[in-house]
């Protein structure tokens, strides 16, 4: 995972370089202010599969549950100091972070945000891609889905919070700065 990481990082610094915006990882300032704000997005996303489910659009739900865990990733990469500006590397960075046990965060949010290439490997990227996709408005399979996955959202929020809002400081390892 190191190696994935780093590469993340290299890749940014070279699209920053070449005056492109980046796709991958940057070490900026940490924040937590933004980090605050993105678990307050997070919790509206919450507020919005709620809305959408009155509402019968349940095409809908399933891109408010990964972006809601996606802005938990987000909020804690920047109480890091890292900007993100693509899915992969968030998820790297964070495997990286919870392997090397700088994090407690649950590994099951972590593998739901994850882009998979192959057909058989799935997570909730594919389920926000079929239900936007496809020709359906209301599913039974989301609505099957929803109580677990809104407990699932409410935890990976709680998990995010307990990180962002301690008074550990949180720093990018020196094996990931020979690329910073």
């Known amino acids: 995972m190191t190696k994935e990481v780093k590469d993340c990082f290299l890749s940014a610094l070279k699209d920053e370089e070449r005056g492109k915006k980046h796709r991958g990882l940057l ?13 307050k997005k997070a919790k509206l996303n919450l507020e919005l599969c709620d809305f959408y489910k009155q509402k019968g659009f349940d095409y809908k739900i399933p891109e408010e549950w990964f972006y809601t865990l996606y802005y938990c990733a987000l909020a804690i990469l920047s109480k890091f100091g ?8 968030t998820a790297y ?3 990286y972070a919870k392997n090397n046990n700088l994090i407690e965060y649950d590994s099951e949010f972590i593998d739901r945000i994850i882009v998979y290439r192959t057909k058989e490997e799935t997570s909730d990227v594919d389920e926000r891609e079929k239900a936007r996709y496809s020709s ?11 109580k677990v996955m809104n407990n699932i959202c409410k935890e990976a929020i709680s998990q995010a919070e307990e990180i962002i809002f301690s008074d550990k400081e ?6 990931l700065f020979n690329v910073c």
């Open 136 to 146: 359906l408005i209301q599913s039974e399979e989301i609505e099957a889905r929803y």
């Open 93 to 95: 960075f964070l495997k």
């Open 27 to 39: 070490v900026i300032k940490p924040d937590s202010k933004v980090a605050e704000e993105y678990i």
């Open 170 to 175: 949180f720093k990018i390892p020196k094996e």
């Open 82 to 89: 890292i900007e993100s500006r693509s899915q992969k590397c």
